[in-house]
Antibody, heavy 116, light 107 residues
Framework: EVQLVESGGGLVQPGRSMKLSCAAS????????MAWVRQAPTKGLEWVAT????????YYRDSVKGRFTISRDNAKSTLYLQMNSLRSEDTATYYC?????????WGQGVMVTVSS | DIQMTQSPSFLSASVGDRVTINCKAS??????LNWYQQKLGEAPKLLIY???SLQTGIPSRFSGSGSGTDFTLTISSLQPEDVATYFC?????????FGAGTKLELK
């Protein structure tokens, strides 16, 4: 069974940093691209970033380019999202998702609140 | 970016009703369209992938159709457990984009 478990969220002040992690199990992690998708309170879903199966390629939505970094450790089957210079508009639930035909599998999500 | 226009944004229906939700893409996305169900406080769950393929474990009352720019999710006979918000996702080209969602409630 595919499992994706996010951690690392919480309350952070504007301009500060936070790092999210996603522990994967139930599939061969190193075979799949991975992504982060977020959902602001009472809003729709928004793709944030994607990383290729081997980490050699990364893609970001324009609003997070230069501030967020997606990375992975295939030996640990773990995905990361380093978020710097956080803004109030980054407040959302962040979901870890597996690639392969859109986003077939999702974690339960972790809440990130950017507020002073 | 490809815009996904989803309709209606809100839907009220009775148990046993046939329900349809639509997504229209701003350009051709072939059949690269997924449908998701999201219940309150939960992560989205994949229902339909590539426009009309039923994900394993999903009841057969859910079906999808369409190609190109116009797509439909159909629930053939609404059940109480289907109360949720439904989203479409285009995965034809980056950035992948979602519809705004349809909130489905029981009448």
């Amino acid at each position: 069974e595919v499992q994706l478990v996010e951690s690392g969220g919480g309350l952070v002040q504007p301009g500060r940093s936070m790092k999210l992690s996603c522990a994967a199990s139930g599939f061969t992690f190193s075979n799949y691209g991975m992504a982060w998708v977020r959902q602001a309170p009472t809003k729709g879903l928004e793709w944030v970033a994607t990383i290729s199966y081997d980490g050699s390629s990364t893609y970001y939505r324009d609003s997070v380019k230069g501030r967020f970094t997606i990375s992975r450790d295939n030996a640990k089957s773990t995905l990361y999202l380093q978020m710097n210079s956080l803004r109030s508009e980054d407040t959302a639930t962040y979901y870890c998702t597996r690639g392969g035909g859109g986003f077939p599998y999702w974690g339960q999500g972790v809440m990130v609140t950017v507020s002073s | 970016d490809i815009q996904m226009t989803q309709s209606p944004s809100f839907l009220s229906a009775s148990v046993g009703d046939r329900v349809t939700i639509n997504c229209k893409a701003s350009q051709n996305i072939n059949r690269y369209l997924n449908w998701y169900q999201q219940k309150l406080g939960e992560a989205p769950k994949l229902l339909i992938y590539n426009a009309n393929s039923l994900q394993t474990g999903i009841p057969s009352r859910f079906s999808g159709s369409g190609s190109g720019t116009d797509f439909t999710l159909t629930i053939s006979s609404l059940q109480p457990e289907d109360v949720a918000t439904y989203f479409c996702l285009q995965h034809n080209s980056w950035p992948y984009t979602f519809g705004a969602g349809t909130k489905l409630e029981l009448k």
